[in-house]
């Protein structure tokens, strides 16, 4: 059975042991007691446990109210306890709407009763959610429940219906609650005649006897209504333990045990009502966001039809009529476009006024997503947290490591590091909504990050000290979004497959992202070693956690709303290429997914925005990559065709199918050369590469058929093996022991 782990925050030091022995005795598990709000927020964030248990006043600048409301928007519950029950403190509790209130002096039943209760209410909130999304993609019609939400947040009277046995305790609470300002819509003694009225009238909250005349009890009739989606609050003297299993079943939305206190009853009340209008809106958020992946599936797939019914068309007609000129005068206007990038990536990107922007020294908030990498997080953490930036004599940077439901030795290892580094602090994710996409991995660490500049690398990271007084001075320039860093494999050297890597980021950073950056351009964050505003993140609601590549998805995103991305070639950061063909080619998979979704999503609003002509055909052409590249593979075996058995004509001029043909080279060239500086290196690699580039053919059809399947929606992340032994020389660190913890 799984130990429940509640995390601790009272500021007596008497009362909280107390409260643990108590909560221990019951079968939990207290992993971590403080009486700071800001020591709770970083456990709760560090450990994700099942329930905070927050005192309200604490010592240190954030009370329990602030520090609820920066745990709760990470999904954990939480349950109020506190003596301050002025009219003051509860209006606050409202606005952080928890899981649960209790007064003290509390006795042990009314504590472990509302724990249990906030438990089981948060995890049957999350099955809902869960449900309402799967009878999305089941395509029911039952998705959003019919029901009543009133304004109550300016001025309206709630309407509450009183379920109570007793008439004059009835009519004592009822006019207890006008008094409170609430409108009662009935009260009523009997269970069927409850579920008769909440039928009918459909209130807002519903304050239930458990007790009740007749042969339905308060539990059978909440059972009973709960298709009405209408919050329940419990109000009851019985509390043996099997009445209170039962209730918490119904997940009612608190539980007053008799005789009650009128700022209990109040603070109750008000709570279930926000409570329940947030949970309320997370659905409908949920299901919109759900709603939008599957319309843009949908759309992908479309897409993908066309696509290949065009292509299939043309190439059947390619065949039949034993002409392929078609393709060639295509590849002609793909290669000279490619031409046109090769030939300005050779000039220098002026940069005076990065050059004057010594001065710019936000704070920056780096964000690590971790699955299983005990292999390289040590050496990732220890290059990150070692950097040079700071600001008066401090660093002026922190670093979050998110660990998504790792089950190797990853938290064993951050748990470590800890400790050696003032900078550096740990985020858990735990199934199940681990594993979901590395755009949620990544929007949790969003909200608790507190850098005005986010940057973003994968755990195999390895960058030099001044990684980020080079790139920062960049985002000094109106309109700038974010910057992408050069990225280059420190392991390049250990076999064919991990140079034809490190030449191919060499090709996409040192020529196209160059050139894309002086000629103004659409440029894109590449995932590793990029930095974004936080301010225009949080615009646009983070990273899309259902793409296949969330940061080609915010890239877009961001260009057609006007922002400009830039390269820093000056800053770099080395990763790890992957050694092997098999999961080379499922990396390189899910990207030409990411590529060919994220065209046919946004290929209208790229066409339909404000941005320039340059910026429309570039980012098409980016986008249309896989497309291009499979054309070109498939052009040069027509080539050799036409030039082996003469079964095709290529009715082109000849200068059209020279330059068709020899097109692919000059951006390879280049990339080999900014990398190698030597001819025979640049001669040898160009002609390795142009021959590992047929890989992309099998690649363009099973990424189509992907699309075509898709159905599960997850992070598909690339395995760190951290056993390289060939690392570049030219990472120039300066800790040589902090090169060998990489590799």
Sequence with gaps: MDVKKILLVEDESAVALDIKHILESSGYEVPFVTSRGEDAVKEAVKLRPDLVLMDIALRGTMDGIEAASKIIILNIPVVYLTANSDRITLNRTIEVPAYGYIVKPYNQKELITTVEMAINKHQLDQEQ?????????????????????????????????????ENITAMDIAGKLEDLGYEITAVVSSGS??????????????????????????????????DLFIPVVYLTSYSDRKTLKRARETSPYGYIIKPYNEDELKTTIEMALHKHIKYQETIESEVESLSTKLNEIKMGRIGVIVTSTLILSMMFYGIISRNMTWLEYLLFFSGIYGLVLSIASIFKVNNNKVSESHLFKPFVSILVPAHNEENTIEGCVHSLANLNYSLNGKKNFEVIVINDGSNDNTAALLNKLENEFDNFKVMTRKPPHAGKGKGYVLNDGLKHANGELIAVFDSDAIVEPDFLDLIVPYMDEEGVAGVQSRVKMYNKNENLLTNLQHIEFSIYGDVLLKARDLLGGAAFLGGNGQITRKDVLDEYNGWDGYALTEDLNISVKLMIHGWKIRYCSESVVYQEAVKDWKPFFRQRTRWAMGNMETLFVYLKSILQSDISVLKKIDSVYYLSTLLLNGFVMIGYIIFVLYFVSIQFSLTAPLLIVFLATVAFFPVVISGVWYDSKSIRITAVRSIEYWLHCFYIIPLFFITFVSLLTRKDIKWEKTHHTGESKNVDSSIRLDNKKLTEKSV
């Design 129 to 165: 959610v869960e449900n309402y999304k799967q009878d999305l993609i089941d395509k029911k019609d039952n998705l959003n429940p019919k029901k009543i939400k009133r304004d109550i947040l300016n001025g309206i009277k709630p309407q509450i219906m009183v379920v109570e046995d």
């Design 193 to 226: 005649l409850a579920t008769e009225k909440a039928r009918k009238l459909h209130p807002d909250l519903i304050l239930m006897d458990i007790m009740l005349k007749g042969d339905m009890d308060g539990i059978q009739v909440t059972k009973s209504i709960e």
